[in-house]
């Protein structure tokens, strides 16, 4: 299993609004990401930069981040992209960070 990070940014005062949509993630979303691999998925805000910080452990290579070829995932940033910085296609502008430390 291997982890991956990586950061967005949200809109200013779009906090709330985006905990709201991810506690009302939609079933067939949460299903392929499960049944891509994907677990231990967590999403952390920092307040001063509006940065959202993700982390995840991924079965095998891929984790959420390949995901944007299937039209739900691409249905769901468009459902999203009214409160994060996206890019033409509506993809989130997500940057990978780099582990440099980890403790089990």
Do not use: C
């Not at 982390?55 to 739900?72: A, F, M, R, T």
């Amino acid at each position: 299993m291997n982890r991956t990070a990586f950061k967005m940014k949200l809109a200013p005062g779009m906090k709330e609004e985006y905990r709201r949509r991810h506690d009302q993630l939609w079933p067939e979303l949460r299903e392929l990401l499960s049944e891509s691999g994907v677990r231990d998925y967590s999403i952390f805000f920092d307040e001063e930069t509006d940065t959202l910080f993700a982390v995840q452990k991924n079965i095998g290579d891929g984790g959420s981040q390949d995901l944007g070829s299937l039209p739900i995932v691409q249905k769901w940033w468009a459902f999203m992209a009214d409160i994060m910085e996206t890019h033409e296609d509506d993809s989130p502008v997500s940057v990978p960070l780099e582990e440099l430390f980890h403790m089990d």
